[in-house]
């Protein structure tokens, strides 16, 4: 009978002792550095040399690792908290004699498909951590094999799953010598139901805003900026840019939508695009988050306003064109007052009453410097 007293507790611990093997033989590689299942996993590095090469996660392994606590908060306003560990971006650019501040993007890209570009700012300022373990633990075998963590910003940043690395030098963006409004064009381009939530909207491809009012589309555009009413800004590659739609109607119109890309990918509330020197720009989106202005009754968006946003600049002559194709030529100094607006039948509207009186341009469609 005593048997049995010494029995239950002794299985007792040994079912924790157990427990606790079992627990960490389910959580290989939870040290630094130390092998598990993921370590073959490939991430292909671009700008660092000559040619693209491959690194997998267990060369990323050798290297020294830092623990760092990361916070940033969810678009649902959420607080996502985390403490990442894995080498620092510098440390393993330190190997090619280089530092995150020597480039001036860098762009990571995941299994997924999701993609995004680090600008100089943030790499001139911020730690980033080539993450392979969060939390002590094992991350979720689709984040392998990197999770990327940039303590201090905002979690779009945080790439999970990458398997690309571009570091990208050099000022590629170009001077600004032409805007295309936005509204005027999407009337003259094909346009297709698009189906979000509740509604049925219009989509206009990229593609074809580009082809008919840029130019040529085949002109490898490394790099295309856009910019949302909120302040957010992001570059695209010209391939993901051109694969996408323009949502111009409904909910959070005008929206940067690409069916074939993560939904974190797309953005809401564009103001305006850089494609090359062209730039595309929704008045409609301006009035909501610009400074508005009166000229002769009519209320909108100073064209001084627009000029400083895309950053459009020099011209001492400009050309005005309608979307029937007829133009007129200003000069910088007859601009004085100008101003976009939407008149009564929602169409866009050039005014200035400066210098030599007033002009208009009716269904304003772009407005070019000449040289
Ligand atoms: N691979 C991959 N990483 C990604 C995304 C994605 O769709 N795929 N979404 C990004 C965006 S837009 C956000 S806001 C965060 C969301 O992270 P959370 O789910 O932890 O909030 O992950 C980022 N990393
Ligand atoms: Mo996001």
Not at 85 to 97: H, K, N, S
Not at 299 to 312: N, P, R, T, V
Not at 325 to 331: I, N, Q
Not at 353 to 363: A, E, R, T
Request: charged share 25%; hydrophobic share 35%.
């Amino acid at each position: 009978m005593m048997n049995k007293n010494f029995t239950i507790p002794m299985l007792l611990s040994l079912l924790l002792l157990m427990s606790i093997t079992a627990c960490k033989s389910w959580k290989p590689g939870a040290a630094a550095g130390t092998p598990g299942p993921f370590d073959g996993e490939k991430i292909i590095v671009q700008g660092l040399r000559d040619r693209d090469f491959t690194i997998t996660l267990g060369d990323l392994k050798k290297l020294p690792a830092v623990t760092k606590h990361g916070e940033a908060t969810r678009a649902n306003g959420e607080t996502v908290s985390v403490d990442a560990t894995g080498p620092l971006l510098d440390t393993f650019l330190r190997q090619y004699g280089k530092s995150q501040k020597d480039f001036s993007r860098v762009r990571f890209t995941a299994k997924d498909r999701y993609s995004i570009a680090v600008p100089h700012e943030i790499l001139a300022n911020r730690q980033i951590i080539l993450s392979y373990i969060n939390d002590g633990e094992p991350m979720p075998e689709d984040w392998y094999p990197l999770h990327i963590i940039i303590p201090g910003e905002r979690s779009m940043y945080w790439v999970r799953g990458t398997v690309f690395m571009g570091f990208e030098t050099g000022d590629s963006r170009k001077s600004v010598n032409k805007v295309v409004f936005l509204e005027t064009a999407a009337g003259n381009l094909p346009q297709e139901d698009y189906r979000y939530f509740d509604s049925v909207d219009k989509v206009i491809k990229t593609r074809d805003l580009i082809t008919k009012y840029v130019g040529n589309d085949d002109k490898a555009v490394g790099s295309v900026f856009l910019k949302a009413g909120d302040g957010l800004q992001k570059n695209e590659t010209g391939a993901n840019f051109l694969s996408a739609y323009i949502k111009i109607s409904g909910k959070d119109a005008p929206k940067f939508i690409a069916p074939s890309l993560p939904t974190g990918m797309h953005i809401r509330d564009l103001l305006y695009v850089v494609y090359d020197q062209t730039a595309i720009f929704d008045c409609t989106e301006a009035i909501t988050c610009l400074p508005k202005q009166t000229v002769e009754n009519k209320e909108g968006i100073a064209l001084s306003q627009i000029f400083k946003q895309i950053g459009m600049t020099g011209g001492n002559n400009y050309r005005f064109t309608g979307a029937d194709g007829r133009s007129v030529e200003l000069a910088a100094d007859n601009l004085g007052n100008g101003l976009v607006y939407q008149n009564d039948g929602g169409f866009l509207t050039f005014i200035t009453s400066g210098g030599s009186g007033i002009n208009k341009v009716d269904n304003l469609l772009s407005i070019e410097v000449l040289k």
